[in-house]
């Protein structure tokens, strides 16, 4: 199956969850993300704005900041470029794709973050991911030493082989499932 029908598959899939079991799913995830040496550590944490299909990062962001982290989201710009601004509820606009990113264009210099919580569509055993193909993480990921990590759901786990571009997460948390 090409990357494109895989992130089709798996976008329908994740849209069907039952909303029940998503919410266990996704308190389950952040239970195991927070125990992990790599969040325990981490004094900055960048995550992303989640759509509603995706795994829920409000509560994880809320967690990062009563467990006294400072917490990064990003930010993108034409060409494939991104960058990571401090996460501030009210400096928020909408993009042209209807997600929220900063305002602000005051980016954190990658050997500041300790930890990027990394989204994705599907991924494979290696950490390997398909996102949504403009390449904004591979493209940041490539000369990131930090620690990387993406939470996902059994439908988003499926074997595939990665492009010569493609960087993996080093930590892939999958949740127990149904």
Do not use: W
């Not at 009563?66 to 993108?76: I, N, Q, S």
């Amino acid at each position: 199956m090409l990357k494109k029908e895989l992130r089709q598959a798996v976008i329908s899939a994740l849209k069907e969850q039952d909303k029940t079991d998503k919410e266990r799913l996704d308190r389950e995830l952040l239970a195991t993300f927070i125990e992990s040496e790599a969040y325990q550590e981490a004094k900055t944490i960048a995550t992303y704005l989640s759509m509603g299909f995706e795994y829920n990062t409000a509560p994880l962001i809320e967690q990062a900041l009563k467990d006294g982290k400072r917490v990064l989201v990003p930010k993108t710009y034409p060409k494939g470029r991104m960058v990571f601004v401090a996460y501030d509820p009210e400096d928020l606009v909408k993009t042209s794709f209807g997600l929220l990113e900063p305002a602000s264009d005051i980016a954190v210099a990658k050997e500041d973050i300790d930890l990027i919580h990394t989204p994705g569509v599907v991924f494979n055993k290696e950490g390997y991911r398909i996102g949504y193909g403009a390449g904004y993480y591979d493209r940041y990921l490539a000369d990131f030493k930090g620690n990387t990590m993406s939470l996902v759901y059994p439908c988003q786990l499926k074997e595939f082989t990665p492009d010569s571009h493609d960087i993996p997460v080093k930590e892939v948390l999958i949740s127990a499932g149904i």
